[in-house]
């Protein structure tokens, strides 16, 4: 696809007249950028919190009793963790699908109150067998909402607003680990000084019934432009058309383009998602689901985890809003601050590795917290999706794919930490911190395909002698015609 795309589309819009824009003037645009941000950030911050305290409710059962009330044995309870997300990458490519086909705000809204429902019955269970059906469903009903979510921020945002919206909600995770961290805290203080029901069953109904809760309230309020009631009519056509300089698509449902399907697997994008997102979420899998017995293993008691882990969520919230502001003030510094946040734990985990098992636990839990900053790369990389992923199938696959590939990191994740190696765990945390090594050599890779591919379309617009100006113009048009990030040779990465 040469410059000749170019002029052909320049010459197809100067025939067309059917091509308007909505026009807003500043203050209007920001008067619904606000109300926008106060419907949907809440909603999204709020479910995403609840959807992480869920998914660690086991790490935070299991130093309650849950390993010895379920009578679990030797790899149970890492089994635990790989069904859940066994389910999730199962059911990823089914739920992307469907995200496309059903309204977007009610699916999510009960995908929430499904799973809400589940850790409740988590509660319930007695034995393995029990904990392994109810951990694989909750997979299948979560694995909606990342991606759900990024879909609602490309129907709303423009590219500028992406990724601190984005960061936003996906903070989430270090702020209701927090919030909820110390709220457990007390549920089972209160639970074990009761002597009443296990302190870990009590967790998982509250946080079960919160989410239900939660849900319910999205399914009134959470939806694309066209599904909210909290907008006028002159208000949805404005929020469309303040989108379409994004090159990317409305965000609404459209008919499966089985063309987009085969052009996502020539695209090195998706190759790139996939690779970085297994390498990325290995680390992930490991320590969500055994950091509670890291610091167990520094020499802290069972109640005393949850309260100096809360240092690390603090720390890891503080580097969000950094890398946010950052980006937001210095879009080009995005994959230098990917690269960036994972030196820190590479450095902490090798170190914890190699001290003798006499170090100091202080030292230890000094070094641990270094890890507050490796989440960080994994979402900045899922908000490339809206930002550099055009056409609304083309996006489905992609995200479904990056999804399964969150879930295989996971998968391997979990089975990193062996019961043989207890209590120290050397060989995991050893192994964890090769693969940030490995991770930032395909965060320099991917820096620079995107940069190749940008230089090599500023040539072809130059070379067909299309103004900046008419660039917009032809990526403008090319969205709403749904065309792909590179049938749209107008379009330029973000990186």
Request: include cysteine; glycine fraction near 6%; charged fraction near 15%.
């Amino acid at each position: 696809m040469g410059y000749n795309n170019l002029v052909d589309e320049k010459t197809s819009l100067e025939n067309k007249s059917t091509v308007v824009s909505i026009p807003t003037s500043p203050s209007d645009d920001d008067k619904l950028l606000r109300r926008i941000d106060m419907f949907l950030m809440p909603l999204l911050c709020v479910t995403y919190g609840l959807q992480y305290s869920d998914k660690t409710s086991l790490s935070s059962g299991v130093v309650f009793g849950l390993r010895t009330d379920t009578h679990l044995i030797g790899q149970q309870y890492a089994w635990l963790s790989t069904l859940f997300y066994l389910g999730y990458m199962l059911a990823e490519f089914p739920m992307s699908t469907a995200l496309q086909i059903f309204p977007l705000g009610k699916f999510l809204a009960i995908t929430a109150i499904v799973w809400g429902g589940l850790v409740m019955c988590l509660s319930a269970c007695q034995n393995f067998t029990q904990l392994a059906v109810i951990r694989f469903l909750l997979g299948v009903s979560e694995s909606a909402i990342t991606p759900g979510f990024l879909m609602v921020v490309a129907s709303w945002y423009k590219r500028s607003e992406m990724t601190s919206r984005s960061l936003w909600w996906l903070s989430m995770n270090t702020v209701f680990s927090s919030f909820f961290g110390l709220v457990i805290y007390f549920l089972a203080k209160h639970a074990q000084d009761s002597g009443g029901l296990a302190a870990w069953r009590v967790i998982n109904l509250f946080l079960g019934a919160c989410t239900v809760f939660h849900g319910c309230i999205l399914f009134l309020l959470l939806g694309t432009p066209d599904e909210v009631r909290w907008l006028t009519a002159a208000q949805k056509e404005a929020a469309k058309a303040r989108i379409t300089s994004n090159g990317t698509g409305d965000g609404g449902r459209r008919e499966w383009n089985w063309k987009q399907v085969r052009e996502c697997f020539r695209d090195p994008q998706i190759w790139l998602f996939f690779s970085f997102n297994i390498i990325a979420t290995i680390p992930s899998g490991s320590l969500a689901t055994f950091g509670p017995l890291v610091y167990v293993s520094f020499g802290f008691t069972n109640l005393e985890t949850i309260i100096y882990a809360l240092p690390n969520s603090a720390m890891a919230l503080g580097w969000f809003l950094f890398v946010a502001l950052t980006i937001q003030k210095f879009p080009s510094m995005r994959f230098p601050l990917m690269t960036f946040s994972v030196l820190p734990p590479f450095i902490g985990l090798l170190s914890i590795g190699l001290l003798p098992d006499s170090t100091e636990k202080w030292v230890k839990w000094g070094l641990y917290n270094m890890t507050s900053t490796f989440t960080v790369p994994t979402l900045l990389a899922w908000t490339l999706i809206p930002l550099n992923v055009a056409g609304r199938t083309k996006k489905t696959v992609i995200s479904g794919s990056t999804f399964i590939s969150y879930s295989v990191g996971q998968l391997i994740g979990t089975q990193v930490f062996r019961a043989s190696d207890a209590p120290r765990y050397i060989k995991a945390l050893t192994a964890i911190s090769i693969v940030f090594g490995v991770q930032i050599l395909v965060t320099v890779a991917w820096k620079v395909y995107y940069s190749h591919e940008n230089t090599r379309r500023n040539r072809e617009q130059a070379a067909a002698g299309i103004s900046t100006e008419e660039n917009d113009l032809v990526n403008e048009h090319a969205a709403r015609e749904d065309k792909t990030d590179l049938e749209n040779r107008s379009f330029r990465y973000v990186c």
